[in-house]
């Protein structure tokens, strides 16, 4: 038997609303706050189905697909395939906390697809890694919005 996938959750808060906040968590929209996000559109836009690509610093090409936009529930998800090294699946829930704050929470759940690609699947979830990798998706979102 093989083993499952690796995942881990993480969350943090922003002074959004739901409704503003989860284009941030599009292709698109992390271009706003992502330095060195540079997607290429494939297909689509943020319909389940649709597709982009990103190259790493390392020159790693993953591949995405939309599984989820669901603003009224404040869910987006996607699949994605890093070319030699892993696929896994990312999803990313808004809760709204009252007034125009919400929580977002953010799950990578991750299978390896080579040894470099289980060095990385295990460094990336690794507990402390991982809430420092959430931490500073939450300072430079915040660091956008002060602009």
Do not use: N
Request: overall charge negative; glycine content about 8%.
């Amino acid at each position: 038997m093989t083993p499952p996938p690796s995942s881990r959750a993480a969350a943090f808060e922003l002074d959004l609303p739901c409704a503003r906040a989860l284009p941030l968590f599009t292709a698109e929209g992390e271009r706003a706050w992502a330095e060195g996000w540079a997607p290429t559109m494939l297909s689509g836009d943020t319909a389940r189905g649709s597709a982009f690509r990103t190259e790493s610093r390392e020159g790693v090409r993953t591949f995405w697909i939309v599984t989820e936009y669901d603003a009224a529930r404040g869910r987006v998800g996607y699949a994605r395939h890093a070319e030699g090294s892993h696929l896994g699946l990312v999803d990313v829930q808004l809760s709204p906390l009252g007034g125009e704050r919400c929580r977002v929470e953010v799950r990578y759940t991750l299978t390896p697809l080579s040894d470099q690609g289980k060095a990385l699947v295990e460094r990336m979830l690794d507990e402390g890694h991982y809430a420092t990798f959430i931490e500073e998706w939450r300072r430079a979102i915040e660091v956008s919005l002060s602009r």
